[in-house]
């Protein structure tokens, strides 16, 4: 939701000698393939990047690329840095072949639009496996903030969808949103000096005019309360949903801790593997360090191993 825990810096190469420090991936003999559409609609088309590691281990893992449900392929122009920086070197190095999911952005599309859009990105991205050499039963998910709750979202669908879940500082209730009763938007205003919510657009309820064929706002409260426990994490989970570890903050003001402890409350009552790491002192967004990389790591090798999956497309 904060763009700065989500934007990437970009590096300009100045000169041949600045070039000379190749980025991480590429040192690691990695290839990366860009803009590969996943989704034609309505006159446009999303894509995701991919990198592949030199030695694949036949799992795959999707990161939603969103700052307040905005994303944008700007973000990725130096995937090797920033908040996926580290995550990028490591995971490569564990042979994990990744992809870098762009979805449209709020205001003009929605939070519910952009979970129907990544949960597209995850089909296709399981409808051309073979070809990518991984195994469709072996891919995860990962994001923070906004980026965590379309994660969430994906894993928290049951079946073959995905099979391991990783989400930083996620919102998981729009409606008991830091205690039980508290709207979303009255956090939000409420931490704005101006008293606006600039993340309203993600999940405003939109219908069609057909008189005037135009979208407008649904004002209706019990439809709207409807519409937002519809895209809340907490209320999707069942047995049988993706294995989820969550990392959070716990002087988070924009996402509230209590975000993540209600959601595993949930996972637990649902005998859901999960596990919840509280970062002491922690606001929104941080820069993982070694021993918080592996346990990240660890938990996509433990939950996309080969004996839990289908063989290796050949």
Not at 38 to 65: E, H, S, W
Not at 188 to 211: H, K, Q, T
Not at 273 to 282: D, H, T, Y
Request: proline share 5%; aromatic share 8%.
């Amino acid at each position: 939701m904060n763009r700065v825990v989500i934007l990437i810096a970009v590096v300009l190469c100045l000169s041949e000698a600045s070039c000379a420090e190749q980025p991480n991936f590429l040192k690691l003999g990695a290839t990366r393939t860009r803009d590969v559409i996943y989704l034609k609609k309505d006159g446009f088309a999303l894509t995701y990047d991919i990198l592949t590691p030199r030695v694949q281990n036949g799992a795959a893992i999707a990161f939603m690329v969103s700052g307040g449900w905005h994303s944008t392929h700007d973000s990725l122009k130096s995937i090797d840095q920033g908040f996926f920086g580290r995550m990028t070197r490591v995971f490569l190095d564990r042979g994990f072949t990744l992809y870098y999911v762009i979805h449209g952005s709020q205001p003009r599309f929605t939070a519910a639009e952009a979970i129907e859009q990544t949960t597209a990105a995850i089909n296709h991205i399981r409808s051309t496996a073979a070809a990518r050499r991984i195994d469709p039963l072996r891919i995860g998910v990962a994001g923070g903030s906004a980026g965590g709750h379309l994660s969430l979202m994906q894993g928290l669908q049951g079946g073959d969808h995905v099979q391991a879940v990783v989400a930083y500082f996620p919102p998981t209730d729009f409606l008991n949103y830091g205690a039980p009763g508290v709207h979303f938007d009255t956090v939000i205003r409420g931490l704005n000096p101006e008293g606006n919510n600039p993340f309203w657009g993600a999940v405003e309820l939109r219908e069609l005019n057909r008189s005037t064929t135009t979208f407008i706002p649904v004002t209706d409260k019990k439809r709207h309360h409807a519409h937002l426990n519809s895209i809340s994490p907490v209320h999707q989970v069942d047995p049988g949903d993706a294995p989820t570890l969550l990392l959070h903050g716990d002087a988070d003001k924009l996402v509230p801790l209590q975000q993540s402890q209600i959601l595993i409350k949930k996972l637990n009552a649902a005998k859901i593997p999960n596990r919840l790491i509280v970062k002491e002192g922690a606001s929104h967004g941080w820069v993982s360090e070694d021993d918080e990389l592996k346990i990240i790591s660890d938990w996509f090798m433990l939950h996309l191993s080969e004996k839990e999956a289908s063989p290796l497309p050949q």
